[in-house]
C-alpha cells in the first residue's frame, strides 16, 4: 500500500468516524441520559429502546406502555397540526406485544400520550408520530385532560412566551388506576398495566444562540430549574398541576431510574433534591371533544 493511499484511507476512516459521532451527538432526546439504560438489540424486552424522530422512548413489554419518553422541546416543533388516530408502533418487532387503540375502547381510561401531539404539532408528520400506541399510558380523564393538560400547556407557553427550550421526560409508576368504570390494574385481559401514578420532569433553558443540542448537558448550572410532578392516576385531580410538584429523587426512588446522568454530579445532585416552587396560574379548563 503506497503512501499517498494510506493517507487517503485514514482519511475517510476520520471522517466516517467523525460523522457517526455528530450523528450521535446531535440526536436531542437523549442527550441528558438514558434513565434505565434501555438498549436497542430487544435482549431486555422491558427495557426497548425506541430512538423515534421526535422522541425516545423505553419500552416495557411486560406492562404494555413505555418506562419514560424523552424528547427536547423548542418553537421549531409547534405549530396548529392536526390530530390523527391511535396506531399500533410498526418499529416494534414482531415478537413484541403490539397494544392497539381498541384495547383501551370502553376500559375507562383515556389513551393518555407521553409525548403530546401539540408538543409536535409543526406538520402533519410529527403529529401522526406521537399517536403511535409505545407512547401512550393508560391515563384517567381527569389526569389526562385536566391537571396533566394544564402542565403540558404552562410547558409550551414557557417556550413560546417566555423564550425557554425545554427537555422533557415522563411515565407511569406503579399499579392501579381509578378511572370512570372504577379500579383496574389491568386493561385487555393483562395486555397493559394501569399505572397508580403519572410522572413528568422538565429541564427548562434559555434558547440558545445556536441550536446544539450535544452541549445542552453543559448549559445546566445551579441555577437552571427544573420541574418534577408526580400525579395520583384518579379522576379528581383538578386543573391545578402545581400541587403536584415534587423532587427529582422522590421520582428516582419511586421509578429506580436514574435521570441526567450526562449532566455534571456536582451540578445535577442539588437540583435534583429541590422542589420547584415558582408560582404558577391554573388557566381555564380545556373543553374536549371524543378523540381520547
Avoid at 441528558?32 to 422522541?55: C, I, Q, T, V
Avoid at 390523527?84 to 416494534?92: E, N
Avoid at 440558545?208 to 379522576?235: C, F, H, K, L, Q
Wanted: proline share 6%; net charge negative; charged share 25%.
Amino acid at each position: 500500500m503506497n503512501r499517498f493511499f494510506r493517507i487517503a484511507l485514514t482519511t475517510i476512516l476520520l471522517l466516517v468516524t467523525s460523522s457517526a459521532a455528530v450523528a450521535q451527538s446531535s440526536y436531542p432526546h437523549l442527550v441528558m441520559g438514558n434513565p434505565d439504560s434501555a438498549k436497542e438489540d430487544g435482549s431486555d424486552k422491558d427495557h426497548y429502546l425506541m430512538k423515534e424522530k421526535y422522541f425516545a422512548l423505553s419500552y416495557n413489554n411486560s406492562l404494555g406502555t413505555p418506562n419514560w419518553v424523552s424528547w427536547h422541546l423548542t418553537e421549531g416543533e409547534l405549530g396548529t397540526a392536526k390530530r390523527f388516530s391511535f396506531k399500533p408502533d410498526g418499529a416494534l418487532p414482531a415478537e413484541f406485544k403490539h397494544v392497539v387503540t381498541k384495547d383501551y375502547t370502553n376500559s375507562g381510561f383515556d389513551r393518555g400520550h407521553m409525548c403530546p401531539h401539540s408538543d409536535r404539532s409543526k406538520n402533519e408528520t410529527m403529529s401522526k408520530a406521537t399517536f403511535v400506541m409505545t407512547n401512550i399510558i393508560p391515563q384517567t380523564a381527569g389526569v389526562n385532560r385536566h391537571a396533566w393538560e394544564q402542565l403540558e400547556i404552562y410547558c409550551r407557553n414557557l417556550v413560546t412566551e417566555d423564550g425557554k427550550e425545554l427537555y422533557i421526560i415522563s411515565g407511569p409508576a406503579g399499579k392501579g388506576g381509578h378511572g370512570s368504570n372504577g379500579f383496574r390494574t389491568k386493561l385487555a385481559n393483562g395486555k397493559i398495566t394501569v399505572p397508580s401514578q403519572c410522572w413528568k420532569i422538565i429541564v427548562v433553558l434559555d434558547k440558545p444562540d445556536i441550536e446544539d443540542p450535544s452541549s445542552d448537558p453543559g448549559r445546566v448550572d445551579e441555577n437552571t430549574r427544573v420541574i418534577a410532578v408526580n400525579m395520583p392516576n384518579v379522576e379528581d385531580v383538578g386543573e391545578d398541576w402545581g400541587k403536584f410538584r415534587t423532587s427529582v429523587n422522590e421520582i428516582e426512588q419511586l421509578t429506580g431510574f436514574t435521570f441526567f446522568d450526562k449532566v455534571p454530579a456536582n451540578i445535577i445532585g442539588p437540583l435534583k433534591d429541590s422542589v420547584d416552587d415558582e408560582v404558577v396560574e391554573v388557566q381555564p379548563p380545556v373543553i374536549h371533544g371524543a378523540h381520547h
